[in-house]
T-cell receptor, first 113, second 112 residues
C-alpha cells in the first residue's frame, strides 16, 4: 500500500508568482484535504476535496484554489504569492468523506522571497 | 470558539519518565480528538484518537485521557524513549464538518 506522496519537496518563488503543488492520495482513499503549516505552528485547514468536488473550506482567500482528479490525486494552486504564504503545505487523504482518519504526506516546503 | 489550546509549548523528560501534554477546547460540537506526532521534515502521523463518549484510550505506551465536563484531554506517554522526541499536536474535528482544528504543538525532548 502506497502512502500519501507530495511534490515537489521544496519550492522557492518570488512575491506575485503563482505555484502549483501536487498530492497523490493513499490507495483506496477518495478524499484529500490540504493544510498550511507555518513555522512553529499547527496545521491550518485550507480545503477538502471529495470525489472531485470541494467539500469544505477554511479561512483562506480565493487565490488559494484546488482541484481533484478522477484518480483522486489533487493540486493546490496559489496565485499572487505573498511573503506570508511561506509555509509547509500538507496534503492528507482519507476514505469515505469526513468520517475517517486523515493520513498526511511529507509536505511541500514553499518559500516566498 | 473553534480553537484548541495546547500546553506546554516544550517539554523535556528523562528517559523512562512519563510525558504529559494537555489540550483544552471550548466548542462542544467537537466529536473526534486525534493526536499526531511529527518528526522534522515529515508530515504529522496519527498516533492515537478518542471520541467524547470514552474517558480513556490506551495503545501501548500512549494513553489519551478525556474529561468531557472540563473540555480537556491529554496525552500520556509512559516509559518515554529518546525515539519519542518529536512535536506532538492535539486536534479536534467538528461534528459534521470536514476540517481538523490543531493545537499549537508541543516539542518533546526525551533525554537519554
Amino acid at each position: 500500500e502506497t502512502g500519501v506522496t507530495q511534490s515537489p519537496t521544496h519550492l522557492i518563488k518570488t512575491r506575485g508568482q503563482q505555484v502549483t503543488l501536487r498530492c497523490s492520495s493513499q490507495s483506496g482513499h477518495n478524499t484529500v484535504s490540504w493544510y498550511q503549516q507555518a513555522l512553529g505552528q499547527g496545521p491550518q485547514f485550507i480545503f477538502q476535496y471529495y470525489r472531485e468536488e470541494e467539500n469544505g473550506r477554511g479561512n483562506f482567500p480565493p487565490r488559494f484554489s484546488g482541484l481533484q482528479f478522477p484518480n483522486y490525486s489533487s493540486e493546490l494552486n496559489v496565485n499572487a504569492l505573498e511573503l506570508d504564504d511561506s509555509a509547509l503545505y500538507l496534503c492528507a487523504s482519507s476514505s469515505g468523506g469526513w468520517r475517517n482518519e486523515q493520513f498526511f504526506g511529507p509536505g511541500t516546503r514553499l518559500t516566498v522571497l | 470558539q473553534q480553537q484548541v489550546k495546547q500546553s506546554p509549548q516544550s517539554l523535556i523528560v528523562q528517559k523512562g519518565g512519563i510525558s504529559i501534554i494537555n489540550c483544552a477546547y471550548e466548542n462542544t460540537a467537537f466529536d473526534y480528538f486525534p493526536w499526531y506526532q511529527q518528526f522534522p521534515g515529515k508530515g504529522p502521523a496519527l498516533l492515537i484518537a478518542i471520541r467524547p463518549d470514552v474517558s480513556e484510550k490506551k495503545e501501548g505506551r500512549f494513553t489519551i485521557s478525556f474529561n468531557k465536563s472540563a473540555k480537556q484531554f491529554s496525552l500520556h506517554i509512559m516509559d518515554s524513549q529518546p525515539g519519542d522526541s518529536a512535536t506532538y499536536f492535539c486536534a479536534a474535528r467538528i461534528q459534521g464538518a470536514q476540517k481538523l482544528v490543531f493545537g499549537q504543538g508541543t516539542r518533546l525532548t526525551i533525554n537519554p
